[in-house]
């Protein structure tokens, strides 16, 4: 809105839009919900992208913020994923050990 120089339909901070805060909140809950559920994660998909349409449409967002948002959400929730297989496991192991046991 701040370089097509017109009133967005709500209030919003003239900063870089890129990526869409709400959309990758969105995108990430819907592609961790993914490997637990797939009809939840198509659901929350679905929410993420009428998300992002919807800040589209009221102009404080571009097409690119929104596919941006929701390729970093994809990535976050990979890596997330990577590393949560990969050490885990471990840290609860360690958590568990008598070295680490509660007073």
Avoid: E, Q
């Avoid at 370089?3 to 990758?24: E, I, R």
């Avoid at 659901?43 to 009428?50: D, E, G, K, S």
């Amino acid at each position: 809105f701040v370089a097509g120089h017109f009133a967005p339909y709500f209030n919003h901070a003239n900063d870089n839009g890129f990526p869409s805060d709400h959309t990758l909140l969105a995108g990430l809950l819907a592609f961790s919900a993914w490997k637990y559920s797939r009809k939840a994660g198509y659901v929350l998909l679905i929410l993420a992208i009428m998300i992002g349409g919807a800040r589209v449409i009221a102009g404080v967002h571009h097409s690119a913020d929104i596919v941006g948002a929701l390729a970093c959400a994809l990535i976050g929730s990979l890596v997330a994923g990577y590393l949560v297989r990969r050490y885990g496991a471990k840290m609860v192991s360690s958590l568990k050990s008598p070295a680490h046991k509660p007073s």
